[in-house]
Each structure stands twice: as C-alpha cells, then as structure tokens.
C-alpha cells in the first residue's frame, strides 16, 4: 500500500497559483494518483487523477514525473472558496484500499 | 451530474441501541464504500463491497458491524450496538468499477452519528 506524505497545511491569496506536492515513493506500477478536495461536513470531492505526466482538467492540473515517485496538484487562480483539505490518494479501484492521509489545509486569504 | 445520496444527514441514538445508515449509490457503479471521520481527525476506510460480498475491511469493521445491499439501489451500514466511540461522520462511496482505467470513488455528504 502506497504511503503518501503531503504538507499539512499552506497559505496561499485569492488570485494566486498554488502547488500542493505529495511524495509516493513507493508506488506500485498500476497505481494510479488521485486527488480529492473536502469541505467541513462534507464527503471527499474528486478533482482529478493521473497516471503519469500531465493532466488538465477545467478545476486543476496534475504533474506526475517520469519516475511517478510524486506529484503535485496545480490549482490556478485560487478564490477563498478553495480553501479545504486536499488529498492525495493512490492506488487503483478494486484492486487497492484507498486510504487517506491527514490531507493538506489550504487556507485562501483575500 | 448523478450523486451519491445519504440518510439521513443527522442521527442521534442512545449508546447500546442499533443503528442504520442508508445510501444510494450513482445507479451505474458497481464497487460500494463505507468511511467514517471522527471529528477532527482523518478519513478512515471501514469497508468495500462488490458482487454482493464484502471485498476489504479495516480493524475497525468489526463483528457490530455490518452492510447489506438489500435491493437494486440501496447500500446499508449497520452497527448492533453503538458505543460512544462509533460518534463520527459516516460517508458512503461507489465507483463504477476496476481496470486499465481507475474509477475514482464519489462520496455522499455523509450521515452524522451521535452515539450518547
């Protein structure tokens, strides 16, 4: 089961770019990555996922490196409604226990 | 956009008695996932269900435990005898379901349990 590690917490403005990065060095070849963003009393919302390289979606981008041992979460132009928890998830449906980590607070100041 | 949908939003029960937490899945998926979130803490996996049989489970599913797909759409969890420890956020999931392509897993808002 792959372990991932991610900030606990970041800052960030309304209007700005942020990156949040999770480490997954272990990540076995079928894993896929996948990010989820939560609200208080709110069930986990899926963002986006990958496998490898870059992938855009219309609410974030996905970096994956070739060696796959990590990723980040590119959420541009953020607005104070962004600010959560965000996880950073791998494995593969069906195959895997998805597990969460303690996520990454993101808090978007005006 | 289909929804994972959870009732009810709000249960208190009294410590010892049963409860039953019910979910309907997005009607085309066919992997069924119960969570729960203490306060304050992180999201814990309970269980995974497929082809009518539970498919994983954590340390914490444990006999008071259980799930039921009683019908075409409903997906239930169950605890016996609630403790205090079982006060928590309980989300439901699905996803369509495995291979070349990963699904990912959509969840409910979840029901919150008081257990007093």
């Known amino acids: 089961l792959a372990k991932t590690t991610q900030p606990i917490s970041m800052d960030s403005y309304e209007g700005q770019e942020v990156n949040i990065t999770c480490s997954h060095n272990n990540i076995a070849t079928n894993d896929y990555i996948t990010w989820y963003q939560q609200f208080p009393s709110q069930g986990p919302r899926f963002i986006i996922q990958g496998y490898k390289t870059k992938v855009t979606n219309e609410v974030a981008s996905l970096f994956i490196p070739a060696d796959r041992k990590s990723s980040t979460l590119s959420l541009p132009r953020v607005s104070l409604s962004d600010t959560a928890v965000y996880y950073c998830l791998v494995g593969l449906t069906g195959y895997s226990t998805l597990t969460f980590g303690k996520g990454t607070m993101l808090l978007v100041s005006p | ?116």
């Not at chain 2, 049963?18 to 269980?47: A, D, M, T």
């Not at chain 2, 599913?61 to 928590?88: C, H, M, W, Y």
């Not at chain 2, 439901?92 to 969840?107: M, T």
Request: aromatic share 12%.
């Open chain 2, 1 to 116: 956009e289909p929804e994972v949908t959870q009732t009810p939003s709000h249960q208190v029960t009294q410590m010892g008695q049963e409860v039953i937490l019910r979910c309907v899945p997005i009607s085309n998926h066919l992997y069924f996932y119960w969570y729960r979130q203490i306060l304050g803490q992180k999201v814990e996996f309970l269980v995974s269900f497929y082809n009518n049989e539970i498919s994983e489970k954590s340390e914490i599913f444990d006999d008071q435990f259980s799930v039921e797909r009683p019908d075409g759409s409903n997906f239930t969890l169950k605890i016996r005898s609630t403790k205090l420890e079982d006060s928590a956020m309980y989300f439901c999931a699905s996803s369509e379901g495995q291979g070349a392509y990963n699904s990912p897993l959509h969840f409910g808002n979840g029901t919150r349990l008081t257990v007093t």
